[in-house]
Structures are given as structure tokens and as C-alpha cells.
């Protein structure tokens, strides 16, 4: 696997905890301050990793459909336990994506926005009402690897983004053809 594409897993799965979450919506301010409560902020957001929703409408071709964001960040109210009606789409810059790829991936979320659909919601939340929401956001993230040229096409854009910085990457183990065996000798 390559460095850039454990980056990108790495990310992707650290941002996947509700509060590490809040940690990437400080670094853009005005996505920041739509978390309902900070002092309860596990229950304020649910963060869902390559989020699927179904289609209400019977006569689509499809009624479970991946969105095409890397993650779905929905605010709740914590007293009430219900949405908020507030989402942020966050699409993490990957491995080797252009810029018209990348935006590619967030016009295809907004024709699928544009459906009735209802989340299927990780089992934790799964008695919380996963209608649509209202207000949709979308949140750009690009990396160490990012080029230059998708950075100032977000910023002329005028599109929301946040340099990322990466965690530390857990490096997989090493495979039995990395590992040194020692000889074999028959006449031991």
C-alpha cells in the first residue's frame, strides 16, 4: 500500500470518531460553531464513514445508494436526541484524485441530496429520526500529497477547505517477504 493511500485511511478512519471530528471542524470556524453543544460533543455529533442512504421514492433504479463523500458529520441535539437538520459532507483529497474529481464527487452528493432519502444510521444511533436534512455543507480536505493547483481551485472556488495534518500512520506489519528467515540448513 502505498504512503499516500495509508494517509488517506489514516485520516479517514480518525476522523471517524465524533471527536476527533470536531477537532477537523475547528480548523473551519463557521462549521464549528453549528455543533449544538461542545460540552456534550459525543452527543452532539454523530460521524458516519462512507455513509449509504436509501431512496423513499419507489420509482428510482436504486434504493440504497453510497454517497460519494468520504464522510457524513449530522449534528444532534443532545438533550433531545434528535437531528438537527445540519450535515456536512467532508471529501478528503485522495491518492492520485484531480480536481475535477474531486468536485465530481460532491456534485453527484448534491443530486443526491436532492431526493427524499433517510440515513442508515451506525447501530449506536439507530433510535434517532434519519430523515433528510435541511442545510447541507460541504467541507474539502486536502493533504500533504494534495498539488498545489487543487488548493487554488477550491480558494477560487470559494469552496470550504482545511489542510489537513496527518496523524501518525500506523505502518502495516511486515509481510513474511520483508521478513528476514534464517537459512535452512539440512545438515543441522
Given at each position: 500500500m502505498s504512503t499516500h493511500q495509508l494517509q488517506y485511511d489514516t485520516l479517514l478512519s480518525h476522523y471517524s470518531n465524533p471527536l476527533k471530528a470536531i477537532g477537523l471542524l475547528r480548523e473551519y470556524r463557521p462549521y464549528f460553531e453549528l455543533i449544538p453543544s461542545l460540552r456534550r460533543p459525543s452527543d452532539?455529533?454523530?460521524?458516519?464513514p462512507l455513509p449509504v442512504?436509501?431512496?423513499?421514492?419507489?420509482?428510482?433504479?436504486q434504493s440504497h445508494v453510497q454517497m460519494q463523500c468520504d464522510l457524513a458529520l449530522i449534528m444532534c441535539d443532545p438533550d433531545w436526541k434528535v437531528k438537527t437538520?445540519?450535515?456536512?459532507?467532508?471529501?478528503?483529497?485522495?491518492?492520485?484524485?484531480?480536481?475535477?474529481?474531486?468536485?465530481?464527487?460532491?456534485?453527484?452528493?448534491?443530486v443526491a441530496l436532492g431526493e427524499e432519502y433517510y440515513w442508515l444510521?451506525?447501530?449506536?444511533?439507530?433510535?434517532?429520526?434519519?430523515?433528510?436534512?435541511?442545510?447541507?455543507?460541504?467541507l474539502f480536505?486536502?493533504?500533504d500529497y494534495s498539488p498545489t493547483r487543487i488548493i487554488k481551485g477550491l480558494e477560487g472556488a470559494s469552496l470550504p477547505h482545511v489542510r489537513a495534518l496527518t496523524p501518525e500512520i500506523e505502518t502495516p506489519p511486515d509481510t513474511e517477504e520483508n521478513q528476514e528467515d534464517p537459512i535452512y540448513d539440512p545438515t543441522q
Open positions: 452532539s455529533l454523530i460521524a458516519i442512504v436509501k431512496y423513499t421514492s419507489s420509482n428510482l433504479s437538520g445540519r450535515e456536512i459532507f467532508v471529501f478528503i483529497h485522495r491518492p492520485n484524485e484531480d480536481y475535477s474529481a474531486l468536485l465530481q464527487r460532491w456534485r453527484q452528493v448534491e444510521l451506525p447501530w449506536k444511533h439507530r433510535s434517532i429520526i434519519s430523515d433528510r436534512g435541511e442545510y447541507h455543507y460541504p480536505v486536502t493533504l
